[in-house]
């Protein structure tokens, strides 16, 4: 017979409160939710009601109606890919985006942590590198960009890279799958390439107008070239692992061995590439959505005016030269002093 000790009274005590616990639980977990949970179950739903019933129960990130326990703690995992050269600079993704994932590629540099098979195609070979090298372990969402801060393509009064990629919208990528980096119309939209009018083409500029119908036809072999192709420029977009995944990681071996094997000089393939991703994910051919809808939605910047798909109340204006002056965003064009149009925030 154990003795009545105050040990004992204590574990005695333990066992009787646990018990208690482990009743009250189960009447909250079990019999006050699984009825409920049964009778919306699909077998009690007439046919018509069922695809509201799925609708309603398939987890989604921001409806708030979730069933599963643990949506909203399980981070979605954010990744920037960087296809960046000795002579540029990405630390700033690291202090001011400390949570994503960093993968920056270093394309002129063989003993880079990260680097590419060849170094052709400008920014595409790293983009393709990464889908190839990650694609049965990628994260939720995956921005595609350059590395300097201060880029002349950037979608910001100072061409400034960090607001842009603080403002952008990371559940409308999650809704939309894919989502263009840029909605300034004035390089690539409403038309940038007319590959059927241009083949053979030969232009001073650089353009892939006149390669584009035969690149095409090898990168996307099921699709008629279309007429006329348009994108805002500059291959910085986003996409969703669940979008990229929407093709055969065969489909992106091919593109890496198209740029690989074209005689193509990279000025061109790389182009090429440049306005293909947005097919490659989904889009048509001509992907120009109003600037003013874009800035809403890719940027949470509504209302602006933009009119004649012009500056947007200057949000972007074409630069007069494609490097910025060295100090900008503090020194301007001329030298001259200058300060930020906008803010860093
Ligand atoms: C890169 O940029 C950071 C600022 O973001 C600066 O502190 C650092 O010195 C730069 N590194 C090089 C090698 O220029
Ligand atoms: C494109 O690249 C080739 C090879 O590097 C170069 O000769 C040509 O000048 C470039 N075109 C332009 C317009 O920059």
């Given amino acids: 017979m154990p003795r009545f000790t105050v040990r004992n009274a204590v574990v005695a005590l333990n066992i009787v409160l646990l018990t208690a616990l482990f009743v009250h639980l189960k009447y909250e977990l079990w019999h006050k939710h699984a009825p409920a949970a049964e009778l919306a179950g699909p077998l009690h739903l007439p046919d018509e009601l069922l695809d509201d019933y799925q609708a309603s129960t398939t987890p989604q990130a921001d409806d708030g109606k979730t069933l599963k326990a643990n949506a909203g703690i399980t981070p979605r995992r954010t990744a920037v890919v960087v296809a960046s050269q000795a002579s540029e600079n990405a630390t700033w993704l690291s202090q001011y985006f400390p949570l994503w994932e960093k993968n920056i590629y270093h394309v002129d540099d063989a003993n880079a942590p990260l680097t590419v098979p060849k170094n052709k195609g400008r920014e595409s070979m790293v983009y393709l590198t990464y889908i190839i090298d990650h694609y049965d372990d990628l994260p939720d969402n995956v921005l595609f960009i350059h590395p300097n801060r201060y880029q002349w393509h950037n979608d910001d009064p100072d061409y400034d890279g960090l607001p842009m990629l603080r403002h952008f919208q990371l559940p409308y990528l999650e809704k939309e799958g894919y989502v263009n980096i840029r909605c300034a119309w004035s390089l690539g939209c409403p038309s940038e390439i007319k590959p ?29 070239v279309p007429k006329t192709v348009g994108v805002s420029c500059c291959a910085q977009f986003a996409a969703t692992r669940e979008k990229i995944r929407e093709r055969k990681k065969s489909d992106y071996i091919r593109y890496r061995d198209w740029i690989i094997a074209t005689k193509l000089d990279d000025n061109i393939s790389g182009r090429v590439l440049e306005y293909s991703w947005h097919m490659i994910f989904g889009k048509k051919p001509v992907h120009c959505p109003h600037a003013e809808d874009c800035y809403c939605k890719v940027f949470g910047l509504c209302k602006l005016d933009c009119k004649d798909e012009g500056s947007c109340n200057g949000r972007y204006t074409l630069p007069p030269y494609s490097s910025l002056p060295k100090g900008w965003p503090y020194i301007g064009w001329q030298g001259e002093e200058r300060q930020r149009a906008a803010s860093e925030e």
Avoid: C, I, S, T
């Fill in 196 to 224: 059927l009018q241009e083949e053979g083409e030969h232009r001073q500029a650089v353009h892939a107008g006149g390669d584009y119908k035969k690149a095409f036809q090898h990168l996307f072999p099921e699709l008629d």
